[in-house]
């Protein structure tokens, strides 16, 4: 069971806007940063958003994330078949000492 | 551009310990937290912990009995050490570069590991 909660599947169809959810806690979501990564099949996972709401250089801005008290979301505007993917969202958790916790992933699926 | 490449063991018996490497390239230590995270078969990310620039490590309560990670800077390399390993540790284990909190910028490809 992951310490965030994401919706295991998500979809949509070509040209479409998409939204995961990631919820969690005062301990995580609710006092720090979070961050979202896509992963392809058989690749290691990329960063999408950093701090919530910003794009790294080379994301497309049809990608963007948001967050509100303990809760995140990644919006995916624009939906194109290369965005079927998995999606994880993660966060700093202060519990025991402090450590990384991510959701369980998303997993979409362009129709 | 900074590139992570690790290697190690791809299979081991219960109770061994797993042991991998991951070399830096092109990137420095410093300011940098090194962390070493895994996915289990068709499962999510769980991340086992990280170690920054002076050596000071962080790890998962659920792993920290078992987990060792060092950073070698004459080498360039991250390390990471599971002791008393059992089938549940099988998975893909990935070192990564980020500033900090759960900001991973650079991966490392990937190194399967199987325990049987």
């Known amino acids: 069971q992951s310490v965030l909660t994401q919706p295991p599947s998500a979809s949509g169809t070509p040209g479409q806007r998409v939204t995961i959810s990631c919820s969690g806690s005062?301990?995580?979501?609710?006092?720090?940063?979070v961050y979202w990564y896509q992963q392809l099949p058989g690749t290691a996972p990329k960063l999408l958003i950093y701090r919530n709401n910003q794009r790294p250089s080379g994301v497309p801005d049809r990608f963007s994330g948001s967050k509100s008290g303990t809760s995140a979301s990644l919006a995916i505007s624009g939906l194109r078949s290369e965005d079927e993917s998995d999606y994880y969202c993660a966060a700093w958790d202060d519990s025991m000492s402090g450590q990384v916790v991510f959701g369980g992933g998303t997993k979409l699926t362009v129709l | 551009q900074v590139q992570l490449q690790q290697w190690g063991a791809g299979l081991l018996k219960p109770s061994e310990t797993l042991s991998l490497t991951c070399a830096v390239y092109g990137g420095s230590f410093s300011d940098y937290y090194w962390s070493w995270i895994r996915q289990s078969p068709g499962k999510g990310l769980e991340w086992i912990g990280r170690?920054?620039?002076?050596?000071?490590?962080t790890y998962s309560p659920s792993l920290k009995s078992r987990v060792t990670i060092l950073l070698d800077t004459s080498k360039n390399q991250l390390s990471l050490k599971l002791s008393s390993v059992t089938a549940a540790d099988t998975a893909v284990y990935f070192c990564?570069?980020?500033?900090?909190?759960?900001?991973?910028?650079?991966w490392g490809q990937g190194t399967l590991v199987t325990v049987s």
């Open positions: 005062s301990s995580n979501i609710g006092s720090h940063y």
């Open positions: 990564a570069r980020g500033p900090g909190d759960s900001c991973f910028w650079d």
């Open positions: 170690v920054n620039h002076s050596g000071s490590t």
